[in-house]
């Protein structure tokens, strides 16, 4: 934790030193005279741009693997089939199957343990998974969402999800993998992202006081190189302390 701790502060110093240079550098230019002052004026545009990372390093260590940036979102939606499932079918029998390896991860197909003739019941009532990987008793129970009663036809005539208590889903045709449910979470990423960029455009704009056309354009700049290499970078350091 320390480590990132540092890790902020070096970015905060890093980037006020860059406001700093860069407001000098411009206003020289165009002005012919140097900022008076840029000397609170590049800390403060620093720590406005550092509050967004800051914020997204929290949220990483809170929620590690949902945090990645719009271009490496594909890495954290992977879901990994479970190794193995028990159901209890329309007849109330518990049956136990296991993942059949080599075939598509977004399709799996399973083998029933006992028979392995026997394929996965297409409508069930329960299915029934591990906590985590290491875990051998299946307790995590996922329940059939559109059932309305013990009669057969209740539970055929569905939607096809089965829904645990934390509301994670899955449909027939790829039992044995949760849906990502990614929808308020890439609201947050939108959000946050807004947060990134308005921080930027203010910073060259109002703090460090460039005209309109420099400000915007090094205010979009900044953000987009920052989205591709101090966030990535940041993402994976706070991952990594969140897992220790």
Known sequence: MLGLIGLLLVLFLLMAGAFAFIGLTLQTRLFDQAPEGIYWQAPAAAALVTSPLVLWTFWTLASPGDTRPLQQAPLA???EAFKKIQVVTLDDRLETYALVPGGNPSVPRYRNKEDASRPLPTVMKEIRV????EDQDCS???KHEKASGQAKESYINDSGRYVDEEGRIMERGTLGVILPSRTAKFLVLLLMYGLLFAAWLASFTFLVQLPGGYGIGLGLGGAILT??????YLI????????R
């Open 236 to 243: 994976n350091f706070a991952e990594r302390v969140s897992t």
């Open 77 to 79: 939606t992977q879901t």
């Open 130 to 133: 591990p906590k985590t990987s």
């Open 227 to 232: 989205n591709f290499t101090i966030l990535p």
């Open 140 to 142: 995590v129970v996922f």
